[in-house]
């Protein structure tokens, strides 16, 4: 089993950035890949960003290239999600996510993640 624990969220300016924290802890030597995702109510919950648990290969959606960044500490066994430039419709819960499945192309829905942190509210005023 894996366990994880999201932190950083809160409330922003638009324009504003925030940095998103997920701490693995349990088996973390299984996870092969780490996943952002969002859901904003009555929206479907989206892929983000996912980052490589060892190798380091991003993948980001396209609502977000250039503006966040995904990032990981193996030291810490920590992923970061570093938000800039965030905009009205960035506002959802943020969720991370572990995919112990080696892959040769990301898994983007939420079906393929197995682990699953609380979640974090990233609000955004306009």
């Known amino acids: 089993q894996v366990q994880l624990v999201e932190s950083g969220g809160g409330l922003v300016q638009a324009g504003g950035s925030l940095r998103l924290s997920c701490a693995a802890s349990?088996?973390?030597?299984?996870?092969?890949?780490m996943g952002w995702f969002r859901q904003a109510p009555g929206k479907e919950r989206e892929l983000v960003a996912a980052i490589g648990w060892s190798g380091g290969s991003t993948y980001y959606a396209d609502s977000v290239k250039g503006r966040f960044t995904i990032s990981r500490d193996n030291a810490k066994n920590t992923v970061y999600l570093q938000m800039n430039r965030l905009k009205f419709e960035d506002t959802a819960v943020y969720y991370c996510a572990a995919d112990p499945y080696v892959r040769t192309v990301v898994a983007t829905t939420p079906q393929g993640y197995d682990y699953w942190g609380q979640g974090t509210q990233v609000t955004v005023s306009s």
């Open positions: 349990g088996r973390t030597f299984t996870i092969y890949r």
